[in-house]
Nanobody, 112 residues
Framework: QVQLVESGGGLVQAGGSLRLSCAASGSTNAMGWYRQAPGKQRELVATITSGGSTNYKDSVKGRFTISRDNAKNTVHLQMNSLKPEDTAVYYC?????????WGKGTLVTVSS
């Protein structure tokens, strides 16, 4: 299984920006970010394939950008115009054929 290490979470005011990063210990196909707010289910935020195709949750389109560096096995999530409803633990995900790996999560808190 691929080990994933996230970084970049923190506290930011509404309207601010944060950049999340995730480093994978091995090869991956699709990578992505999911989030889980208190009392809610984990939900997809954005994904990116090894070829660069992206998919976003509707509510983050135009505000968040996912990118990856295949040579470094890293994925990033640039989050702009953050809203209090973006507050959650953000988890990095990587898929390599039938193997699905998760990071431990990084907390993002957006104050109003």
């Amino acid at each position: 299984q691929v080990q994933l290490v996230e970084s970049g979470g923190g506290l930011v005011q509404a309207g601010g920006s944060l950049r999340l990063s995730c480093a994978a210990s091995g090869s991956t196909n699709a990578m992505g970010w999911y989030r889980q707010a208190p009392g809610k289910q984990r939900e997809l935020v954005a994904t990116i394939t090894s070829g660069g195709s992206t998919n976003y949750k509707d509510s983050v389109k135009g505000r968040f950008t996912i990118s990856r560096d295949n040579a470094k096995n890293t994925v990033h999530l640039q989050m702009n115009s953050l809203k209090p409803e973006d507050t959650a633990v953000y988890y990095c995900n990587a898929v390599y054929y039938e193997i699905n790996s998760w990071g431990k999560g990084t907390l993002v808190t957006v104050s109003s």
